[in-house]
Structures are given as C-alpha cells and as structure tokens.
C-alpha cells in the first residue's frame, strides 16, 4: 500500500507545492483523494499509476480540491480508457459536471459513475477493502475519507511445508484457504499449523479541510497513517478557527487522540517555505509527524502488531 502525495499546498499553488491531491496505490488498484488544478500534470511527473484509477473522492468544492479534475477526465477521455469511474464527492459535485459537459468544456468518453454524498457511512465494500465518509467541519460541507483494508490471511509457513515433504500447488491452497487435508499416507493436515494468525488491514484516513472535529478521530482511528491538513501554526489559531482549519498542533492532537501511527501533514500554507516549525509544533505532542511534499512517496505496511511507514523518496 502506498500513498503518493501529489499537491501539498493550500489555497493556491507554488513553485514548490501544488494545490491538493493525493493518491493510493493498493493491490493494482488506484484511488485519488482531492483533484486541485494542475493535478494531472503532477500524477505523469509522478510514481503514482493512475491508468488504473478505480476512484476519486473529493472532500469538498473549493476550487484548491477540485479544479484539475475536469482537466483530469478530459485527459482521461482522451486516452482509450473504458472502464467505470466513480467519482464521489457533495452535493453540487454532478451538476459542476454536467454544466461543463453542456458547455463543452468537457467531453467524457468514458462511464463516469458520480455519487454525491448524502449520508455519512459506508461507500465502497470489497472482498479486500472498505472506504468509509464522514462530515468534517470546515467554512462549507466537507467529507474526510478513511480507507481500510480488511483483515488479512496469516503467513503461510513455507519452510515447515517443504521440510513436511508438502508440495506447491493444490494442497498448499486448501491449507492457505482453512482447509485441512488428508493426504494420501494417511497424514492429516490442519490449516493452523501452518498458516499464521490472522493479520491486521492496513488503513489510511484523509482529513482536509477541515478544524478539529469528533468525525476526524471517529474516521482515524487507529489507522495506519492519518493524512490531516496543517493549514496555520498555533500562533495563527484565531485564523484557523475562523477559516475552518486546523493548525499543526491540531492535527498532532487529532493523531494522538485516534490512536494513528503516523501522521502526515499537508495542506501547507505558503507563508510557509521553511515547515520546520510545523514539523516542531506537531511532534511535540506527536512525534511520529511527517510534513508531506510533493511527489513524497510513503509505503504503508502493517503487522498484527505495529505498522509502518517510511518514505521512498
Ligand atoms: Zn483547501
Ligand atoms: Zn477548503
């Protein structure tokens, strides 16, 4: 599982940080959180491999979310894409599309499967995964996203298999699949002594924009990596408050709180090109605090016990 930030600024773009967007790579499957303006010309600048683009979840319309996303489906268009897309997003979201289609300003070759969201709750449900919404508190409706992957199979002990005189193929699957097997001498194999225990899904919660809010730590909890806007320093509160955003601190609260592993922040103001004084604010309540930057690439990967993430470049 890997997430790929893409635009990490705030409001507008810089030379040095892009309007928000961020992706997630898991299994062969592409998500993407946010589409500010300029979004596609980051994701061919990236690591990021969006032919295979199943999702968009946009949190809210300001345009610093949202503007590359007409220029994004255009491109899409343009390619010989012919898969669905879901695109979900608040209310409004489809008529801002369809208003660019009628004024031909976009042209969509592809199924666009657009779902506004009413309801806090579940939106997708898979065999290997679930993303769920919920309302975030900021100037207009703004939904955060949390994306978890469900428990998965313990390791399969391919050392005692071999050493059992156990062959690759078909009986290693049914033991991989809980079944037991009798083997043809008589043996009789459970699947639990070979399969490990059953281990933890890894998660991601995507929180922006918004201030602190009870949904952030319901949508965070325990996840493996909390992605949170850190708009403004603590000094700048009073504005944090009044713009429906958070400060560093509060986003370094928010992870504290909900029992996440890591933090990322992002959503960085451009009165701040130096961010060290985020980075400082929030690890001191946080210490597992990441700024993101552009093009950051973080592997997110989990154990039973403990995840982990680290970054690639
Ligand atoms: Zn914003
Ligand atoms: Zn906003």
């Known amino acids: 599982m890997r997430v790929i930030t893409l635009g990490t600024g705030a409001g ?7 309007t928000s967007a961020t992706g997630l790579e898991f299994k062969g499957e592409t998500f993407l959180f946010d589409c500010g303006e300029g979004t596609q010309v980051q994701l061919m600048r990236s690591a990021f491999h969006w032919g ?3 999702a968009i979840f946009i949190g809210h319309m300001h345009g610093d979310h949202l503007n590359g ?11 010989d894409r012919q898969e669905t897309l879901k695109i979900f997003g608040p209310p409004g979201l489809k008529e801002y599309l369809r208003l660019l289609v009628e004024c031909k300003n976009l042209w969509l070759r592809f199924p666009a499967e657009i779902q506004e969201i009413k309801e806090a709750g579940i939106l997708l449900d898979t065999a290997e995964y679930q993303v769920e919404t919920a309302l975030l508190d900021h100037t207009i409706e703004c939904w955060g996203y949390v994306f978890r992957e469900k428990a998965r199979r313990g390791h399969f002990n391919r050392q005692k298999a071999k050493l059992l005189g156990i062959p690759e193929g078909p009986i290693r699957a049914r033991l991989v699949h809980g079944e037991a097997v009798t083997l043809e001498d008589g043996r009789v194999l459970k699947p639990e002594e070979f399969v490990g225990l059953p281990r933890r899904g890894r998660s991601i919660a995507y929180c922006l924009d918004t201030q602190p809010c009870e949904n952030v730590i319901r949508l965070a909890q325990d996840v493996d990596l909390l992605i949170h806007e850190a708009t403004f320093d603590r000094n700048l509160k009073k504005e944090a408050n009044e713009w429906g955003h958070s400060t560093a601190a509060d986003a370094a609260e928010a992870a504290r709180q909900s029992g996440a592993r ?9 009165r701040y090109p130096d961010e060290a004084i985020l980075l400082e604010e929030a690890t001191a309540i946080f210490p597992k605090t990441t700024v993101a930057r552009d093009l950051g690439v973080y592997s997110v990967e989990g154990s039973s016990v403990e995840g982990t993430m680290t970054m690639e470049q």
């Open 12 to 18: 507008r773009p810089t030379l040095s940080r892009n």
């Open 52 to 54: 295979k683009l199943s």
């Open 69 to 79: 996303l007409p220029g994004l489906l255009g491109t899409l268009s343009l390619s």
């Open 262 to 270: 890591h933090l990322l922040l992002t959503h960085i103001s451009q």
